[in-house]
């Protein structure tokens, strides 16, 4: 229970300082933001601080933090770090770069920041990839929450009911403006989403459940290393590509530069304290990872968490907490499907003030996105997951131009060039060795991987070394 407590407070503490630090680098003002300046009642809507934080929250929060932590506890306690380090190095740090830089570039998507850092050849490739991703995110985020609907009701509202039921809302809540729908829900489910974390930590402390302590050792019972796998099976809850397509959607409605440490830092962390709970539980619940593991086996991840919830907190306790769950993956969906239509409309140049426009980009779709809910969850989890990994590379890499350019000092680039380095190890050394990819041996995915990353950290040094002679006139 230390080490879970520890992470914790850690968390907090990189909220204060590390928060502060990056914020200090981006250097926000008081100069008008998009949700003024671009006011169109739909997608540019100003949002009061806390309403702007609670939406963002549960934009980012999808099942990632709660089934992504569970299977990353297989692993473990080392998973803490991970999540820990992860989110306040490389998560919190990427959600408020692509937060502010879109915010600086009147609210554009990830694709378009990448035309403008990148070149022309990236804005494209990054069209098509966040376009996949967003259409992944919102059929896995469809699924999830219809399979623990399937559990808490009659036989006779099966999952594919709950599907249609979902997908329904999607429709609405990718049309509507912002504030009409998700703007006055969101909210609530974030209070649910709370007190549904809360309740968890309640039901390990009384129920005399015990948080393994630390072990820097592998614990998967399957034998997957510790590296790449765990740093892409926790995703959402260390660091996600995924989040850069949201950012940019608050990024519309903020009042003010300032409070982007409140909104996109501190989301981040928040959704991490949620992975937290659900690692801890997940160990805690079943003993080891052995029994976890074979708990998801058998049940599958909603299965894992309907068990946990009801298990630690009863009946009604249980409900709640698995309601927390069912708001996360759809308050995700909803916007994934929203961010993908901003996105087809900045390469159509369908003005989305109009419902027309709106319609005639949203129901295709959500079309494909109900023809995807037809494959196999697992399969679609592990696409997700490496593509989720790729785009947080890429964004990073994106932040690292930004700050290249628009920083005088910099050396500050390299708070978002590290984890991009990073993170480009993980996600090709992913790649190479896992099933969905070219299944190759460690022998060869770990240089490879590693030559990756020390490859583009070296462009990444000529490039800081030519900027920094540009300053000083040599």
């Known amino acids: 229970m230390i080490t879970f407590i520890c992470s914790f407070l850690c968390l907090i503490l990189g909220y204060m300082f590390y928060g502060r630090l990056v914020s200090h680098i981006f250097r926000p003002d008081d100069r008008k933001t998009p949700a003024y300046t671009k006011e169109d009642g739909v997608d540019y809507v100003p949002m009061k601080t806390g309403k702007a934080y609670l939406v963002q929250l549960l934009n980012i929060a999808g099942t990632g933090p709660i089934f992504g932590a569970i299977m990353g506890a297989c692993f473990g306690p080392v998973v803490f770090l991970w999540i820990v380090f992860g989110a ?86 990718t049309l509507l403006p912002i504030d009409k729908l998700i703007g006055k829900i969101y909210p609530v489910f974030g209070v649910v989403l709370i007190i549904m974390a809360v309740g968890i930590v309640v039901g390990i402390l009384h129920g005399g459940y ?116 069912i708001a996360c993956p759809v308050t995700s969906g909803d916007t994934a499907f929203r961010s993908a239509r901003l996105i087809l409309a900045e390469i159509t140049k369908l003005d989305q003030k109009y419902i027309k426009n709106r319609l005639i980009i949203t129901l295709p779709l959500l079309s494909v996105g109900a023809l995807l809910t037809q494959l196999d969850f697992n399969v679609l989890w592990r696409y997700f997951s490496w593509s989720n990994q790729t785009l947080a590379m890429v964004a990073l890499w994106i932040a690292t131009s930004y700050l290249l350019k628009n920083n005088q000092n910099k050396l500050c680039s390299l708070i978002t060039a590290v984890p991009a380095a990073f993170m480009s190890a993980v996600s090709l050394t992913y790649i190479l060795m896992a099933k969905e990819g070219f299944r190759l041996s460690q022998n060869i995915a770990y240089p490879a991987g590693l030559c990756f990353a020390i490859g583009l950290f070296a462009v990444y040094m000529i490039i800081l070394r030519r900027f920094s002679s540009k300053k000083t006139g040599m």
């Open 210 to 325: 015990s948080v393994p302590e630390m072990e820097l050792k592998d614990l998967h019972p399957k034998g997957l290393p510790i590296w790449p796998y765990m740093f892409v099976t926790v995703a959402c809850g260390a660091i996600s590509g995924f989040h850069s397509t949201q950012s940019p959607m608050i990024a519309k409605c903020i009042k003010t530069e300032k409070d982007g440490q409140k909104v996109f830092y501190g989301a981040m962390l928040s959704e991490s304290v949620i992975a937290l709970v659900w690692a801890a539980g997940g160990v805690a619940f079943y003993g080891a990872t052995s029994g976890l593991s074979d708990a998801i086996t058998k049940n599958g991840q909603s299965g894992v968490v309907y068990d946990i919830s009801t298990g630690m907190l009863g009946t009604i306790g249980g409900v709640l907490a698995v309601v927390g769950v």
């Open 88 to 173: 306040i190095l490389g998560g919190g740090v990427h959600d408020y770069m692509c937060g502010m830089i879109s915010e600086r570039h009147n609210g554009a998507s990830i694709a378009e920041l990448s035309g403008s850092y990148l070149g022309s050849g990236a804005k494209w490739g990054m069209r098509i990839f966040s376009v996949l991703l967003l259409l992944l995110t919102g059929t896995v985020f469809v699924t999830s929450p219809a399979a623990l609907l399937a559990r808490l009701t009659p036989s006779s509202l099966n999952a594919t009911f709950w599907i249609v039921v979902i997908l329904a809302y999607y429709v609405l809540a």
